[in-house]
Nanobody
Framework: VQLQASGGGLVQAGGSLNLSCAAS????????MGWYRQVPGNQRELVAQ???????YYDDSVKGRFTISRDNAKNMVFLQMNSLKPDDTAVYCC?????????WGQGTLVTVSS
């Protein structure tokens, strides 16, 4: 399974970014797909996830500001990030959990300036 993420960048506080992640390979029986983020020196944290049955999870810190969505036909997941804050600055990584295991994409840096 390969994951290709894109969409990071530099934005001012209050701005928006949209992250995309395209999955390819053996992705049948997908259990969950989503985004983690990590700041150097901190643990990686789950930001948002779409799970089997299309249920969604959001970390409390992003509820009401971030929206995760999925395009089944294209095997893609998106993270629309609005009202960004400097605390959202991190490397964001796409993640997928399928029957074959758990896989990670390369990180994409999101920097929010104050």
């Amino acid at each position: 399974v390969q994951l290709q993420a894109s969409g990071g960048g530099l934005v001012q506080a209050g701005g928006s970014l949209n992250l995309s992640c395209a999955a390819s390979g053996s992705i049948s029986s997908m259990y969950a797909m989503g985004w983690y983020r990590q700041v150097p020196g901190n643990q990686r944290e789950l930001v948002a996830q779409i799970r089997i049955g299309f249920t969604t999870y959001y970390d409390d810190s992003v509820k009401g500001r971030f929206t995760i969505s999925r395009d089944n036909a294209k095997n893609m997941v998106f993270l629309q990030m609005n009202s960004l804050k400097p605390d959202d600055t991190a490397v964001y990584c796409c993640n997928i959990l399928v029957r074959a295991g758990e896989f990670w994409g390369q990180g994409t840096l999101v920097t929010v300036s104050s």
